[in-house]
Every structure is written in structure tokens, then in C-alpha cells.
T-cell receptor, first 111, second 113 residues
Framework: QKEVEQNSGPLSVPEGAIASLNCTYS??????FFWYRQYSGKSPELIMS????GDKEDGRFTAQLNKASQYVSLLIRDSQPSDSATYLC???????????FGKGTKLSVIP | DGGITQSPKYLFRKEGQNVTLSCEQN?????MYWYRQDPGQGLRLIYY???????QKGDIAEGYSVSREKKESFPLTVTSAQKNPTAFYLC????????????FGSGTQLSVL
């Protein structure tokens, strides 16, 4: 059973701080990694994708991937109250047609 | 505008009743998926389809059925065999390419009367 693990939180950070969200996965041959943001009662929205080791930056968001440690993270710089949401980590395995999701980390940004 | 349309937004099921959730996409995507989300939980895969007239069971297919007669449409039927159907149902699609970015519809909240 392929697993994706996230700390459920809630993670509380003050406005303007860096929020760090972490995710580990069990399938060593996983190829594609995604972070989705989900507001309460809404559908997930893709915010970052990463496919190779290292960092990928997009605006205030940075995704980090370490395949040797089977670890992927999301950093949110200059956190805003509007960033308050649940962040879902998702992993796509090689030879699979399924995207496996973690249970999500709830982030609260305190004004 | 291109996108994925789910309907209805809210649905109520009586005991013993089958209900069908609609999912339509105009993104010309080959692959479509149905996920279930319970409160405080991640998404669990019910069924997926990589191509018209073909679909596979996901992790929690029991009590559900699907069809894929057209590329644009992937309806999900929640049968009476699904004893705990209350959940948020999400349809998604992607174009299989190795990057597999899924795009989601707005979801259907199903509740039991």
C-alpha cells in the first residue's frame, strides 16, 4: 500500500513568517510530486509541482524534493491570512495511474 | 472557459436509493478520476478511467459504479450497497503525459436523509 504521510496540524504561524509543510512517501519509485491548497468546502487547487531533486520556486512558494530521503516539503514565505487552508501533498508513482494523497496539514496564519 | 463541471453541488440520498453524480469536462483530457473526501481526511480514489469505454477500480470502489461512454463525461453512481455515503465527492481530470497534473471540479456534497 503506497502511503503519503503529513502532519495534520494545525500549524499556526504569524503573518509575515515562513510556513514549512512536510510530507513523506513510501513508494521509492515515485516520480511526480504535487502540493494542493484546499479551502474549507472547496475543491483542491494545484499550487506546486516538482519532479526532480532540489528546490523549485514560484512566487512566495518553494517546493523541495529529496528522493533519497523520500521527503517533499513546501515553504510559504511572507505568510498571509489568505494562506490559511489545508495543504495536501500528492504523489504519483512510476507505472501507476493513481495520484495518492496525504491527509493534509491545516495551516493557520495569525494576523 | 475550459474546466470540469460537477453537479449537483448538494445531493441527498434516501436509504436504499441509488444516486448519480455528474462530471463533465471540456479540457479534452483522456483521464478522469473520482475521489471521496471525508471530514479531516485526504482524498481516496474510487474509480479512474484512462480512456473511453475503460475504467479501473481505485482503493474504495465497493458500493460505487461508473461509466465512460464519452470522453467528456464520467458519471459516478452511489448505490444502495454503499452504507456510509456521506462525503464530499470530487471529480478530476488530466492528460496523461508523465507530469499528471490533476485538475478538480467544484465537488458534490452527498448526505443521507
Amino acid at each position: 500500500q503506497k502511503e503519503v504521510e503529513q502532519n495534520s496540524g494545525p500549524l499556526s504561524v504569524p503573518e509575515g513568517a515562513i510556513a514549512s509543510l512536510n510530507c513523506t512517501y513510501s513508494d521509492r519509485v515515485s516520480q511526480s510530486f504535487f502540493w494542493y491548497r484546499q479551502y474549507s468546502g472547496k475543491s483542491p487547487e494545484l499550487i506546486m509541482s516538482i519532479y526532480s531533486n532540489g528546490d523549485k520556486e514560484d512566487g512566495r512558494f518553494t517546493a523541495q524534493l529529496n528522493k533519497a530521503s523520500q521527503y517533499v516539503s513546501l515553504l510559504i514565505r511572507d505568510s498571509q491570512p489568505s494562506d490559511s487552508a489545508t495543504y495536501l501533498c500528492a504523489v504519483f508513482g512510476a507505472g501507476s495511474y493513481q495520484l495518492t494523497f496525504g491527509k493534509g496539514t491545516k495551516l493557520s496564519v495569525i494576523p | 472557459d475550459g474546466g470540469i463541471t460537477q453537479s449537483p453541488k448538494y445531493l441527498f440520498r434516501k436509504e436504499g436509493q441509488n444516486v448519480t453524480l455528474s462530471c463533465e469536462q471540456n479540457l479534452n483530457h483522456d483521464a478522469m478520476y473520482w475521489y471521496r473526501q471525508d471530514p479531516g481526511q485526504g482524498l481516496r480514489l474510487i474509480y479512474y478511467s484512462q480512456i473511453v469505454n475503460d475504467f479501473q477500480k481505485g482503493d474504495i470502489a465497493e458500493g460505487y459504479s461508473v461509466s465512460r461512454e464519452k470522453k467528456e463525461s464520467f458519471p459516478l453512481t452511489v448505490t444502495s450497497a454503499q452504507k456510509n455515503p456521506t462525503a464530499f465527492y470530487l471529480c478530476a481530470s488530466t492528460q496523461p503525459s508523465g507530469t499528471e497534473k490533476l485538475f478538480f471540479g467544484s465537488g458534490t456534497q452527498l448526505s443521507v436523509l
